[in-house]
């Protein structure tokens, strides 16, 4: 088990999950992962994003400027904090903040739309390949 692993079991996103879920799960979702050098944008105010990030290692800002300009930081995300999970659920809405690499760091991107609980429930039940219609179907309810 890496410490990639370890720090994944331990994000709410995953909560009750054993590892191999995960892996079954990052590759349902397209995980990839993406180092990013200090003060590199990630992604910017307007953009549209499709999928959530998790921080594997490092520090990521959220900053929101105001109507002067003045850059107000909203949070800062620390190994194992996720961001972008309100956007990504609802890919049409653009960014209302930039997103930037605080320090040198590794972001796990997965996919936006998808539901850990479904996915939870779908892969519990041996039907991974029937994952798309239980999103589908939660999206149509939500």
Known sequence: ??????????????????????RDMLSCLSARETTFIKDEIIFSYGE??????????????IVKEDFW?????MAECAPGDIFGEAYAI????????????ASTCRVLFAKGGYRPQTMHRTIERGE??????????????S
């Open 128 to 141: 991974r390949e029937n994952h798309g219609r239980a999103v589908a179907h939660d999206a149509a309810i």
């Open 69 to 73: 300009g003045n850059a107000n930081l």
């Open 90 to 101: 609802n890919s049409t809405e653009p960014l209302e903040m930039n997103i930037f690499a």
């Open 1 to 22: 088990m890496t410490n990639d692993d370890l720090l994944l079991l331990q994000t709410s996103v995953f909560t009750g999950i054993t590892t191999d879920e995960i």
């Open 48 to 61: 549209t994003i499709t999928g959530i990030g998790i921080v594997l290692e490092g520090s990521v800002h």
